[in-house]
Structures are given as structure tokens and as C-alpha cells.
């Protein structure tokens, strides 16, 4: 798709200070130093995020606009003088929401928006009704409250407003065990109420992925509240629900992987990566358009500066990350004969909060290197690294691999509250242009210190991350994000 490389030339300038970078003393330093300058001078990344967003728009895996978001990659990266390639693999299952509606009926009757979750059931044309039931919390309490009450009705569940990142975690926590004590007692189906304000819709993603067979759906806020209220109030309520949503088999997918080849040992690799794909009710500017256009970005500065890294640079836009980190994960298995060669891998996914640091996945021996790798933006930070296995975006699968993982920790700025919502659209970005060009350089700082540093790791034994998991939550994360299972049965992860 051509066409979509033809960009109009927008002008961005905000007028950066002048950052304190340290003096450089060798070759290398002084590569960085000018990687960075250039970085944080005018580029293409705004109008990039722009294109990805307002033009292209909300880009599932398995939508006509997630084809078209690959298409704008790879000449994204061609017009950047960077190789790239789109590299297919399979996704389980299609999953598109076409429409959702409800309305509440009964003693009082109200229509309310909903936004199905992913992997919900479609309804039957005319919809299912259901009896409305006070779910509280959807504690084991609510539910030993409830008793045969909850059987064939459709359970509503109360939510805390968020407030922000940690509370999103707290969702996710939460939803796997309301899901399983609903699906336990034989629920039609579950309805959240909606946690952002404002009525806001978003795209909550459910603990069963495509092994789903419930009705799943985020009521707005507001609407939801009036029902909970009347309920309690011993008003006799009922749901209609209609959800059209297009499913169907496997189907081929696209990562596109471009890639700055090493000039001294090639063979040895760096990733960095960030997920093309988001959901559909915003335009998945945040999350994670973002630092899709901040990685391109990185890659065309180190191409018109002609710097050359030591190791091979690739560049990794992955998909299907929403529906099961499944990108990532078909990747460390296609590439599995040079897994042993892959240094480090990095993941950039939350929006343009100011990047404080990085997980650096439970592994001591990399968080000097990260140290020494942001010594070059100092002024940049303070960092932190913080050493712990995160779960949640694409390096899981590298980490399970027993490959040297970063997820670069980022401050929430308005992350939280847009995550997944029909607000998180570019305005989101634009707003935070500056700092998303300071991760830019804290980004390539870390990218380019891995690709040219000494390195004393190497790849962990499947002991050893059979040992992480052991001494760390980790198991706890991968339950509460659905992937557990893949691990527990040998699907995902080091093998043998
Ligand atoms: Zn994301």
C-alpha cells in the first residue's frame, strides 16, 4: 500500500532544552551523543504516531486496519532507509467486535452502552435476556450471598473508579477470579460496571481469551450505578443484550521486523519492540502507537546518521499483543536457532510517560549494564531499575526463554485512565510530544549501549527460569494474564 508511504510533511518543533549530555570521551560516546541530538531535533515521529492513529485508527489483529498499519511499517521503514520484512504467523482465533448494545427493562427500563470484551460470545440475532443480579464485588462473599440466584442471570459487578495504574493491575487480578466463581455457579453472563468516569468505554480484556463461551460486557459507569442502585433498592430488573461480533478460524498475521545490521558481530542481536496492533474503540494512540513511531524513529536517525552498532539492531513491531502476546510469542519460536545469540530484548508499552527506569526481569547481572547503558542521558533521568520479571507485553516470551528482557518502567501521565478506552486517541500524544522525544533518547541510549557493549550474560538454562518463576510472583502474573496455562503445558517458554 503505497500510497499510505506518501506523508505529508507536518511541522513539529518544540523547542527542546538544551539536555545535559556527558561529555563524550571515546568513538562510542560520541555516536550516542549524536544519536540522541538527533533525536530530540525535528523528526518524523509525530507525524508518524499521526498517521498511525488518526489515519489508520484502532488496529486489531484480524482488521482490514491492522493490514493496513503493516503496510504503513514496512514503508515507514523503507522511506527510513531501514531493511524490513513482514514476518507471518498464525493467531488462534478472529475476534472483531461489529456492534454492542443493551437495554435494562423490568420494573424501570433504560438503554446503556456497553463495549463487549474481547473474546466474548456474539448473541443470537434477537439478542439473550437474562435477569439482572447484584454480583457486589463479585467476591466469594457476593457469590455465597447470591447462591442459585446467579444461575442463568446476568451478573453485574461493581467496580472502583480508576485512579491509575496499579489499579488496572487490580482489574486484571480481580477479573480472573470473578470470572471463574461466575462461570462456577452458571451465570448467563458477566457485566462490569465501567471504571473510567464519564461513561467511558473500554476494551477490558477477559481471563480466558478464546476458550471463552460467555456473554462478557463493560456497562457505562453511570448506567451501570442506576442499576446497582435499583436493585438494592429491590427494583426487579433484566438485560437485553445484542452482540454482533465476527469470529472465526486461524489466520495469518504479521510482525515486521526491521533491522540495522551489526558491523562486528552481526550474528549477536538486540531487540527492541513495541506492538502495532491495539484495540478498536480508541485509536490506540498510547497504547501503543506511540512508541511504535518512537522505535521507527530510532531506526531512521541511526540510518541518516550512518552510525554502524556492533551487534545486529532489530527493530520489532509486533502484533496480536492484545489477544495473547501472540506476535512475540510466534517469533521466539520461529527464531528459536538463534535465541542463544539474542542479547537483550526490550519492550516499550506504556504511552509517553517519562521512563524512570526499567524491569530489568529478575536478573541482576543486566542492571549494570542498563546503569551503564543510560550513563550517556544521565540528565535524562534519575533511573531506577528495578530487578523483577514483569508479565504483561512482549517480552514475556523472550523472558521465558531465558533471554535478558527490559520493559522500560514508565510514569503513568494519562496512560491509566485512557488504557484501552475510546479516549485514547493522538491529542493524548501530542500533548506529551517533549517527553515522548526524551524516550526516544533514554530508548536508543539503552538499545545502542546493548548493541555495542561487553556483555557477561548469557541465555538462562530452562533450570533457571524454572527457578525465576519458582522465587518470584510470576506465576501469579501469568494466571491473572491468562498465559499460566501455555507455560504450565510446555507451549511457551524454554523448552527441555
Ligand atoms: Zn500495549
Redesign the pocket.
Known amino acids: 500500500m503505497r500510497s499510505l508511504c506518501r506523508l505529508a510533511r507536518t511541522v513539529l518543533l518544540a523547542s527542546l532544552p538544551a539536555l545535559l549530555l556527558s561529555a563524550p570521551s571515546g568513538a562510542q560516546e560520541s555516536d550516542i551523543a549524536r544519536l540522541v541530538t538527533a533525536l530530540l531535533s525535528e523528526t518524523a515521529v509525530v507525524r508518524d504516531a499521526q498517521w498511525l492513529t488518526d489515519r489508520i485508527g484502532g488496529r486489531p489483529t484480524g482488521s482490514a486496519a491492522n493490514l493496513d498499519a503493516v503496510a504503513w511499517a514496512l514503508c515507514t521503514f523503507e522511506e527510513a532507509g531501514v531493511a524490513a520484512s513482514r514476518e507471518a504467523f498464525t493467531m488462534p482465533a478472529r475476534w472483531l467486535e461489529q456492534s454492542a448494545s443493551a437495554r435494562v427493562h423490568g420494573d424501570v427500563e433504560f438503554p446503556a452502552r456497553v463495549a463487549a470484551m474481547p473474546f466474548s460470545i456474539a448473541t443470537p440475532a434477537a439478542g439473550i435476556t437474562a435477569r439482572l443480579v447484584d454480583g457486589g464485588r463479585g467476591s466469594p462473599a457476593d457469590f455465597e450471598r447470591l447462591g442459585t440466584a446467579a444461575q442463568g442471570a446476568f451478573v453485574l459487578v461493581a467496580t472502583d473508579e480508576l485512579a491509575d495504574i496499579p489499579g488496572l493491575f487490580q482489574e486484571y487480578t480481580q477479573a480472573t477470579a470473578i470470572e471463574a466463581r461466575a462461570f462456577e455457579r452458571g451465570v448467563t453472563g458477566i457485566i462490569y460496571m465501567g471504571s473510567r468516569p464519564n461513561n467511558l468505554l473500554y476494551r477490558h480484556n477477559a481471563s480466558r481469551g478464546p476458550a471463552n463461551r460467555h456473554p462478557l460486557v463493560v456497562m457505562e459507569r453511570d448506567a451501570a450505578t442506576r442499576a446497582v442502585r435499583l436493585l438494592r433498592a429491590g427494583a426487579t430488573l433484566s438485560v437485553t443484550l445484542h452482540l454482533t461480533i465476527e469470529t472465526g478460524a486461524p489466520y495469518e498475521s504479521f510482525n515486521v521486523i526491521g533491522e540495522i545490521a551489526g558491523s562486528a558481530q552481526p550474528e549477536e542481536i538486540v531487540v527492541i519492540g513495541?506492538?502495532l496492533d491495539?484495540w478498536d474503540i480508541g485509536t490506540?494512540a498510547l497504547?501503543?502507537g506511540a512508541n511504535v513511531a518512537m522505535l521507527i524513529d530510532i531506526a531512521r536517525q541511526i540510518r541518516r546518521l550512518g552510525l554502524q552498532p556492533r551487534r545486529t539492531i532489530r527493530f520489532a513491531l509486533w502484533n496480536g499483543?492484545?489477544q495473547g502476546l501472540v506476535g512475540s510469542w510466534k517469533y521466539v519460536e520461529q527464531h528459536r536457532a538463534e535465541l542463544d545469540r539474542v542479547v537483550m530484548a526490550s519492550s516499550y508499552?506504556?504511552g509517553t510517560g517519562r521512563i524512570a527506569g526499567f524491569f530489568t526481569g529478575g536478573r541482576p547481572e543486566i542492571v549494570g549494564a542498563v546503569d551503564r547503558a543510560l550513563a550517556p542521558v544521565a540528565g535524562l533521568g534519575p533511573f531506577q531499575q528495578i530487578d523483577v520479571p514483569i508479565v504483561g507485553?512482549d517480552n514475556f516470551d523472550f523472558m521465558m526463554e531465558g533471554i535478558a528482557n527490559l520493559v522500560a518502567n514508565q510514569e503513568s501521565a494519562n496512560y491509566g485512565p485512557n488504557y484501552h478506552a475510546r479516549s485514547d486517541t493522538f491529542d493524548k500524544v501530542k500533548v506529551d510530544v517533549r517527553q515522548l522525544k526524551l524516550n526516544a533518547a533514554i530508548a536508543a541510549a539503552v538499545t545502542w549501549g546493548f548493541a555495542n557493549m561487553d556483555v557477561t550474560w548469557q541465555r538462562q538454562t530452562r533450570e533457571e527460569v524454572e527457578r525465576l518463576v519458582a522465587s518470584t510472583d510470576l506465576e501469579a502474573q501469568m494466571r491473572s494474564l491468562g498465559v499460566w496455562q501455555d507455560w504450565a503445558a510446555g507451549r511457551r517458554g524454554r523448552q527441555p
Open positions: 513495541a506492538h491495539s490506540g497504547d501503543n499483543e492484545e508499552d506504556i507485553t
